[in-house]
């Protein structure tokens, strides 16, 4: 009998679908699992980013974050930059800091949540440019490192530091790069030269940003197979045009408020004698101790983000991918090089290429992983994101008393030290509640900050008191412009911080302001308010009748004066 052949049944196991289909009205969008979950795990940082940043939305400012918001509302009130005020930065700074107060409100807490959202926004953006390289867990990646490194207090992360709106640009210019690279649209080339214009017209070192992005453009086109000549003439035009159009755009605004040769002696001449003024020796010693204090509780994102350099000399990873990561880090750091002060808000610059640079490090694990160890399951990218939010974790329970219940004094003396930054704030409190809304006051000091509080002006367009103590050749004319115009204004309050870290008087300087202010003072004010920064205690504040009783500890004092009345009309 012959045997009968029974066929096989096969088995088909049905694959694991891992898109989502949506419709929208008659299109039909296709978005994969993991871009779902990414999408997810964005809105969750992004809460969690603000319920932070909220807890700083009343801390005070520190002296630059003061002028560069009461220069912004200058701006809305009609004031002309360079001639009304000054600063050595280009002026897409007023301009920037005109449009956060002009939205938010000229208070403390309306700058401190419209520079949270400016972050929240970077690193929305940082996101969408390392999902559209790399892929969707890389920009999960990026956006944590940028959220919390960028929250770093010895980076002034808690600030309304100009810093942050370069990084608000850099991380916009790094999502149009994404896009011209994937999408090879000239119109992203151009918004990404707009883009980092805009670092650069906000902060002068923001150039460096820009040359890389134009640096990018040209070792794209050198590495991509055929080389398309036309097509690259095209896209540097388009980098240029959006580059140089906001700069076009600025210099045209201030030369139609005739302040064009004003604008470049503060931003080319006299930022020259800034730049120069920090020997190098010192500026060694002085990145040392910033770089320290700002890795300090924030290694595990700056080692992983400074493994992708080691990674990117590894066989599996394009060369592109080589010269992004390590040309971004470069560029990057040459924002905190000029002038080698170092300043810890100055690394704000370098965190949305640290950041970008971290979703590097994850897409080069993930290729050696694959193609050296030919491991292919897509497990792994979880295990490492897993691993990745786990140390974020433990990063955020470790710093919980910072970022959920910050102590803003305690901060301020542990960035900044005895500076009188909260002092200004109570001081502010004081003449707000003893001083009508047309009442002027004058600081003999640096901490225009006080300005911003009271919303009242300064008597001159030196509201920033260390340049008319600076050891630049003006500063003997400016003196005596401040005192004239501090006479013809005849201030309500004049408030002396006798203190060095505010005056800031450099060495070899005219002492002719002093002269004046003890004449001035004397035969026009009386005293009112006392403050004592005693070192590493809080401070005391006396007024009004305790004054001739109290005997001051120490030499760290602010005077608060008020105008005598006037006498009686006969």
Not at 399 to 406: G, T, V
Request: aromatic share 18%; glycine share 6%; proline share 4%.
């Amino acid at each position: 009998m012959a045997k009968t052949k029974v066929a096989e049944k096969k088995v088909v196991v049905p694959a694991v679908k891992t898109t989502k289909e949506f419709k929208i009205g008659s299109k039909t969008i296709i978005v994969s699992n993991e871009d779902l979950i990414c999408t997810g795990l964005l809105f969750v940082l992004v809460f969690i980013v603000h319920s932070i940043r909220t807890n700083f939305a009343g801390i005070p400012f520190e002296r630059d974050e003061g002028i560069y918001s009461y220069f912004g509302k200058l701006v809305l009130e009609g004031k002309v930059p360079y001639k009304d005020f000054y600063e050595v930065k280009f002026p897409g700074l007023f301009y920037f800091f005109a449009m956060i107060v002009g939205l938010f409100g000229d208070t403390v807490q309306g700058m401190h949540t419209g520079f949270m959202w400016v972050n929240i926004l970077s690193m929305v953006f940082l996101y969408f440019a390392a999902r559209n390289l790399f892929s969707p867990v890389a920009g999960v990646i990026t956006a944590a490192t940028f959220a919390f490194v960028s929250l770093t207090p010895n980076l002034s992360g808690f600030t309304v530091q100009a810093e942050h709106g370069v990084a608000f640009f850099i991380s916009m210019g790094l999502l149009f790069y994404s896009l011209a690279r994937s999408k090879g649209k000239l119109m992203y080339y151009m918004l990404m030269g707009l883009a980092m214009g805009c670092a650069f017209m906000v902060k002068t070192t923001g150039v460096f940003l820009a040359l890389w992005g134009g640096f990018l453009v040209i070792t794209d086109f050198w590495f991509t197979k055929p080389r398309v000549w036309k097509q690259f003439w095209k896209q540097m035009f388009a980098y240029a045009v959006g580059g140089f159009s906001i700069i076009i755009l600025m210099f045209l605004i201030i030369a139609s408020k005739g302040s064009f040769n004003e604008m470049i002696y503060w931003t080319i001449e006299h930022a020259k004698q800034y730049a120069s003024s920090m020997p190098y020796e010192e500026g060694v010693k002085y990145f040392k101790y910033t770089r320290d204090a700002i890795i300090q509780n924030h290694k595990f994102f700056w080692y992983h983000s400074l493994l992708a350099v080691i990674l990117c000399l590894l066989r599996p990873i394009n060369i592109k991918y080589k010269i992004l990561g390590v040309t971004l880090l470069g560029f990057s750091f040459m924002t905190i090089v000029p002038g080698y002060f170092f300043y810890g808000h100055y690394w704000i610059q370098t965190v949305p290429g640290l950041a970008l640079v971290a979703g590097l490090a994850f897409y080069s694990v993930m290729a050696i992983i694959k193609d050296t160890l030919n491991f292919k399951k897509p497990i792994i990218k979880w295990v490492y994101l897993g691993i990745f939010g786990a140390l974020t974790f433990s990063h955020v329970s470790t710093l919980k008393s910072y970022y959920y219940h910050p102590n803003y004094e305690r901060i301020l003396r542990a960035v900044y030290g005895n500076n009188p930054f909260p002092e200004s704030m109570e001081i502010a409190n004081y003449i707000n509640s003893h001083s009508k809304p047309e009442d002027n006051i004058v600081l003999i000091g640096s901490e225009p900050q006080i300005y911003f509080y009271t919303k009242k002006k300064s008597p001159s367009r030196h509201a920033y008191f260390t340049s008319i103590v600076n050891n630049v050749k003006d500063h003997k004319e400016w003196q005596r412009e401040f005192a004239r115009d501090t006479e013809k204004a005849k201030p309500k309050f004049v408030i002396f911080f006798n203190h060095p870290l505010s005056l800031l008087v450099q060495a070899n300087v005219d002492k002719y302001v002093f002269e004046w202010a003890n004449k001035f003072i004397t035969e026009n004010y009386r005293i009112v308010g006392l403050v004592d920064m005693i070192e590493g205690q809080q401070s005391v504040y006396v007024y009004n009748e305790q004054i001739n009783t109290y005997k001051p500890i120490s030499q760290n004092l602010i005077y608060i004066y008020e105008r005598n009345p006037s006498p009686p009309k006969p």
